[in-house]
């Protein structure tokens, strides 16, 4: 059974940093691809960043690039989310999920994942 466990969300200034860290285990983790999403109140899930199995490729969606760097260590089963230079509207549950294909070079869409976390609040205050 896959389960990934988010953590190191929380209350934070703008223009404050956090570090999420998802723990994954049931999975080759090695293998696969990982990737944080978030949802804010009433809108739709949206991908912020992925990460290669090998972490040679990464990918950011335009409104975090330059603000937050996906990195993981496959010796530890845990991919990471540092986020800097946080807004008001970063406010939101974020997600790591992991992809369902082992080896996939690089992933850019949401449809690729399979396994997700249950999320953490992270609250960006102004």
């Known amino acids: 059974q896959v389960q990934l466990v988010e953590s190191g969300g929380g209350l934070v200034q703008t223009g404050g940093s956090l570090r999420l860290s998802c723990a994954a285990s049931g999975l080759i983790f090695s293998r696969s691809a990982m990737g944080w999403f978030r949802q804010a109140p009433g809108k739709e899930r949206e991908l912020m960043a992925t990460i290669s199995w090998n972490a040679a490729n990464t990918y950011y969606t335009n409104s975090v690039k330059g603000r937050f760097t996906i990195s993981r260590d496959n010796a530890k089963n845990t991919v990471y989310l540092q986020m800097n230079s946080l807004k008001p509207e970063d406010t939101a549950v974020y997600y790591c999920?992991?992809?369902?294909?082992?080896?996939?070079?690089?992933?850019?869409?949401?449809?690729?994942?399979?396994?997700w976390g249950q999320g953490i609040q992270v609250t960006v205050s102004s």
């Open positions: 999920a992991a992809d369902r294909q082992s080896y996939r070079p690089r992933v850019t869409t949401a449809t690729a994942f399979e396994y």
